[in-house]
């Protein structure tokens, strides 16, 4: 099987083409853009932190924060917190699969540091339904499909929407988000919403969801309502797209506050049960690892080596894991 020369993307994945030295379409079109090291990204961030001056003291919070409790979100609250001097509001949506150290790290954190924190369950028989119809036939594009399963593409939709919900009825102005390089792209880490937009992206993830999965899920996104508020439709900001991002450093900040890492789950999950079953799924239908996409792009930002992201690949998920949350979502 052909593997990129440079990151970790096989012949299997969607769209990819080889030149005759053995380099990937995807890593020729990132090299093609690339400018000067660090440049574009302190212009990014030079845009937020005046971003952030404009805005500050708007509402009663700076920031909602959609805080999973794994690595990256951590971190982000972290630096919004301690970099940025932003009142972050944080969200955290249990989808009942979240590993217990992770539900201890988030009690935790958001105590150290003062942060104000909210906690939604969605329903339990409408979740499970959303994750097993994710599983079931082309839920999304196949160009959807290349940054994550099916399943966590319906999960992170519902946190998203909630949390594009609270900003606009709270009128704070920034919705944050712990991505990695690999998984938001520079140019669209700093976005203004706007109803047209968010509408857009949301139906194309409702409407599938509204068919398999039934109208059970329709609170968990935006109304007409949300939707008539167009002067309250807040920043989408990925700040780890265009901050110095370095793995042992996070591992090693968040730790000395508190955090730590789940030995439960998936190998490239710190937080998350749900991420065995997700991946299992999406392997079996589509050939390829869903975190194919990111670890590639960590690679490209020279963030982890070559060899490094064909080891993460490589890692199974828990066989015993897998079971258990087949058994409780019933597949």
């Not at 853009?33 to 509402?59: D, I, M, N």
């Not at 249990?94 to 105590?111: H, M, P, S, T």
């Not at 409408?126 to 839920?139: A, D, I, P």
């Amino acid at each position: 099987m052909h593997v990129c020369i440079r990151c970790v993307l096989d012949e299997r994945f969607p769209g990819i083409g080889f030149d005759e030295t053995g380099e990937c379409s995807f890593c020729r079109t990132y090299r093609a853009r690339k400018t000067a090291p660090g440049e574009t990204e302190r212009k990014y961030e030079q845009r937020f932190l005046e971003l952030v001056e404009a805005h500050r003291g708007r509402s009663g919070f700076d920031a909602v924060l959609a805080y999973s409790g794994g690595k990256d979100s951590t971190y982000t609250m972290v630096l919004l917190q301690q970099q940025f001097g932003m009142k972050v509001l944080a969200l955290t949506m249990d989808n009942w699969f979240l590993a217990d150290q992770a539900l201890e790290n988030i009690g935790a954190l958001v105590k150290a540091g003062g942060v104000a924190h909210l906690t939604m369950r969605p329903q339990f028989e409408t979740f499970r339904r959303v994750v097993r119809e994710s599983t079931q036939g082309n839920l999304y594009s196949l160009k959807a499909m290349q940054r994550s399963s099916a399943v966590c593409t319906s999960c992170i939709s519902m946190i998203r929407a909630w949390c594009l919900q609270t900003a606009i009825e709270k009128e704070i102005p920034f919705v944050i988000f712990g991505m990695s390089p690999g998984q938001a792209p520079l140019p669209t880490s700093i976005v203004k919403t706007n109803p047209e937009m968010i509408r857009q992206m949301q139906e194309t993830v409702l409407r599938p969801l509204l068919d398999r999965a039934g109208d059970g899920i329709a609170p968990y996104f935006l109304s007409e309502t949300h939707f008539g508020k167009a002067e309250q439709f807040p920043y989408i900001v990925n700040p780890l797209a265009f901050l110095p991002y370095d793995e042992e450093k996070i591992f090693r900040t968040i730790s000395h506050l508190g955090w730590e890492r789940p030995g439960d789950t998936d190998p490239n999950s710190t937080n998350c049960l749900l991420n065995t079953y997700a991946n299992h799924h999406h392997k079996l239908r589509y050939g390829i690892n869903p975190y194919a996409h990111e670890i590639a792009g960590l690679v490209r930002c020279g963030v982890i080596s070559r060899e490094e992201g064909i080891r993460r690949l490589a890692e199974e998920g828990n066989p015993a894991l897998l079971l258990r949350v087949e058994k409780e979502i019933g597949s």
